[in-house]
């Protein structure tokens, strides 16, 4: 179910569970301000989530309230993972899901890595 990202943070999401060591992920990356794991469901032969470590609700949350340094370090995670994972040269594509409208079900910012595939809608019909 989509959530509302002016919603306080829930400590009992999944990602939090992940990032409290209490659920298991395949563990792609981490560092200091991010984790980057396998999606359990994957939509392309590449699919990785990467979350900031602190707390935050959605994308807006974030840029909202995060530091300077937490943005530009979850944001440098997001593109070490990428050329991690080799997916600079063919390219990959980027999405993050914001709020009820953009169908986002955790209510834990987390960017999505797709790559491994040629991708052509933007959006599918």
């Not at 939090?16 to 994957?42: H, M, S, T, W």
């Not at 900031?52 to 309230?65: E, G, H, I, N, Q």
Request: net charge negative; aromatic share 10%; hydrophobic share 40%.
């Amino acid at each position: 179910m989509p959530i509302d990202p002016k919603l306080p943070y829930d400590e009992a999401n999944v990602f939090a569970k992940i990032l409290r060591g209490e659920l298991p992920c395949d563990r792609v990356y981490e560092d200091d301000f991010a984790l980057a794991f396998n999606d359990i469901r994957p939509q392309a032969p590449v699919h990785v989530l990467v979350i900031p470590k602190r707390p935050y609700v959605s994308w807006d949350d974030f840029t909202a309230t995060a530091d300077d340094a937490e943005i530009a370090g979850f944001m440098r995670a997001v593109g070490h993972v990428t050329r991690q994972l080799e997916l600079d040269r063919p390219g990959y594509r980027l999405m993050v899901n914001m709020g009820q409208a953009g169908h986002q079900e955790v209510p834990h910012l987390h960017v999505h890595i797709f790559g491994g595939r040629q991708f052509f809608q933007m959006i599918a019909d």
